[in-house]
Nanobody
Framework: QAQLVESGGGFVQPGGSLRLSCAAS????????MGWYRQAPGKQREWVAGITSFESRTYADSVKGRFTISREHAKNTVHLQMNSLKPEDTAVYYC????????WGQGTQVTVSS
């Protein structure tokens, strides 16, 4: 069964940086477009960034210019470098395919606060 394990979240002050990682197993994820999603308290989960198997990247307008998605095919790993973090980036961050498939991972909490 496919498994997605996110890590790298934490508490950071506004303007700070974090690097999230996602380890995928159970499927040949290198064949899929992969994405990062997030869910803030009281809000629906939203797509944040995506990368195709050919490493074409797209971003939500809210994070464009601040976040960078990357992947390591050999390690079935996807990363999200987050710079210039804002309080509104506070959320649980998940990785998944695009479109997403079940099951989702447990996510990693990112909290941006002074």
């Amino acid at each position: 069964q496919a498994q997605l394990v996110e890590s790298g979240g934490g508490f950071v002050q506004p303007g700070g940086s974090l690097r999230l990682s996602c380890a995928a197993s159970g499927r040949i994820f290198s064949m899929f477009a992969m994405g990062w999603y997030r869910q803030a308290p009281g809000k629906q989960r939203e797509w944040v960034a995506g990368i195709t198997s050919f490493e074409s990247r797209t971003y939500a307008d809210s994070v464009k210019g601040r976040f960078t998605i990357s992947r390591e095919h050999a390690k079935n790993t996807v990363h999200l470098q987050m710079n210039s973090l804002k309080p509104e980036d506070t959320a649980v961050y998940y990785c998944n395919t695009i479109p997403p498939m079940s099951p989702w991972g447990q996510g990693t909490q990112v909290t941006v606060s002074s």
